[in-house]
T-cell receptor, first 114, second 114 residues
Framework: DAGVIQSPRHEVTEMGQEVTLRCKPI?????LFWYRQTMMRGLELLIY????????DSGMPEDRFSAKMPNASFSTLKIQPSEPRDSAVYFC????????????FGQGTRLTVV | AQKVTQAQTEISVVEKEDVTLDCVYE???????LFWYKQPPSGELVFLIR??????QNEISGRYSWNFQKSTSSFNFTITASQVVDSAVYFC???????????FGQGTTLQVKP
């Protein structure tokens, strides 16, 4: 399997623009997680899904952030409108059914909002 | 509430020294899972080990060993005879059985100097 695939790897956008980050989890995995990593806040869990259903979005910082998982092989994280403080590395991860299993991470998307 | 604390922000050692990375967790669940991940300078997150709450056996894998103590809610990671290639950020993570939520500590940056 190719692992978790995220796109784009790098994104530079202007403040106020809409940004969409994409994730393809490992085939057969039931859980999908979105994390944000910054120097100040470390690795924060934004939202996670189980069987395409959002379970906990309490980590989503503001209404400007939204995430969807229309099917088992695709998820998006959207920021609209983007702000400079959203600059971070965004990771997607997936895991097999069973809470004891480890999560596998994508390479991350480095977002810069200028 | 779940929480993972890695009190050591940065550690610097000289090659061949032993080093222990601390991890303390909080959860009300009786069944949970603990993980360690490594993030080398290239940025990807690499899974190292998983531990179940009902298995307190310590584990050794080459130069790596893990000490899990439920009495102190700790899951510490020791690298024996450290090498420059061990330089990375190390994350401890907790996943509880009732939600599947996977949260991370702030990470410890380990620098191994030649």
């Amino acid at each position: 399997d190719a692992g978790v695939i995220q796109s784009p790897r790098h994104e530079v956008t202007e403040m106020g623009q809409e940004v969409t980050l994409r994730c393809k989890p490992i085939s057969g995995h039931d859980y999908l997680f979105w994390y944000r990593q910054t120097m100040m806040r470390g690795l924060e869990l934004l939202i996670y899904f189980n069987n395409n259903v959002p379970i906990d979005d309490s980590g989503m910082p503001e209404d400007r952030f939204s995430a969807k998982m229309p099917n088992a092989s695709f998820s998006t994280l959207k920021i609209q409108p983007s702000e400079p403080r959203d600059s971070a590395v965004y990771f997607c991860a997936s895991s097999l059914k069973g809470l004891h299993t480890e999560a596998f991470f994508g390479q991350g998307t480095r977002l810069t909002v200028v | 509430a779940q929480k993972v604390t890695q009190a050591q922000t940065e550690i610097s050692v000289v090659e061949k020294e032993d080093v222990t990375l601390d991890c303390v967790y909080e959860t009300r669940d009786t069944t949970y899972y603990l993980f360690w991940y490594k993030q080398p300078p290239s940025g990807e997150l690499v899974f190292l080990i998983r531990r179940n709450s009902f298995d307190e056996q310590n584990e050794i894998s080459g130069r790596y060993s893990w000490n899990f103590q439920k009495s102190t809610s700790s899951f510490n990671f020791t690298i024996t005879a450290s090498q420059v290639v061990d330089s990375a950020v190390y994350f401890c993570a907790l996943r509880t059985s009732n939600t599947g939520k996977l949260i991370f500590g702030q990470g410890t940056t380990l620098q191994v100097k030649p």
